[in-house]
T-cell receptor, first 111, second 119 residues
């Protein structure tokens, strides 16, 4: 079983729509959670960390459900520039180096 | 945010040659650097983890004698692909993690990647 699983999509949504991605992780001892964004042929860039209490950054909201071992990312009022692949990343500890990447979820926002 | 650079950004070489890729953390000290490989339309695959001053830890299936990693300082790690072959053609990305104790030290910051094409 993979450490981190994501629905690869693709998600094709119209501009202005709200879209949500989920990611599940297998190790209940996981400590740190992140969403990264990767544009085509570019490196991943940190979008946001995910905290137990949930966190919001503008149109983006991330939530963590430890009981069900999943992380979500909600994008409101989608923009064309949001088109990218979104990677879910899990670290087994806050200080260790056991990072696991999901395969990514592809999002295309359509005019 | 933290900045990580990679050089070169792209390279084309003949089969059998060796290619060295540099990864630098520009505004922070990175005790740990990671090397990834990404094939088209696939996710990042961790190749190895390197800690400054010690030998790299390679993932299963990654040949340490083929992919030489050196992390000689807190701001520089190098990956050398020795005797490259066409199947080594890929997007190689490094990431760096700040020294424990700094804010956000569990975050990885990625370099822009190096696109390697072996003819």
């Amino acid at each position: 079983r993979k450490e981190v699983e994501q629905d690869p999509g693709p998600f094709n949504v119209p501009e202005g729509a709200t879209v949500a991605f989920n990611c599940t992780y297998s190790n209940s001892a996981s400590q740190s959670f992140f969403w990264y964004r990767q544009d085509c042929r570019k490196e991943p860039k940190l979008l946001m960390s995910v905290y137990s209490s949930g966190n919001e950054d503008g149109r983006f909201t991330a939530q963590l459900n430890r009981a069900s071992q999943y992380i979500s990312l909600l994008i409101r009022d989608s923009k064309l520039s949001d088109s990218a692949t979104y990677l879910c990343v899990v670290n087994l500890s806050n200080t260790g180096n056991q990072f696991y990447f999901g395969t990514g979820t592809s999002l295309t926002v359509i005019p | 945010g933290a900045v990580v650079s990679q050089h070169p950004s792209w390279v084309i070489c003949k089969s059998g040659t060796s290619v060295k890729i540099e990864c630098r953390s520009l505004d922070f000290q990175a005790t740990t650097m990671f090397w990834y490989r990404q094939f088209p339309k696939q996710s990042l695959m961790l190749m190895a983890t390197s800690n400054e001053g010690s030998k790299a830890t390679y993932e299963q299936g990654v040949e340490k004698d083929k992919f030489l990693i050196n992390h000689a300082s807190l701001t520089l790690s190098t990956l050398t692909v020795t005797s490259a072959h066409p199947e080594d053609s890929s997007f190689y990305i490094c990431s760096a993690r700040a020294r424990p104790g700094l804010a956000g030290d569990h975050t990885q910051y990625f370099g822009p990647g190096t696109r390697l094409t072996v003819l």
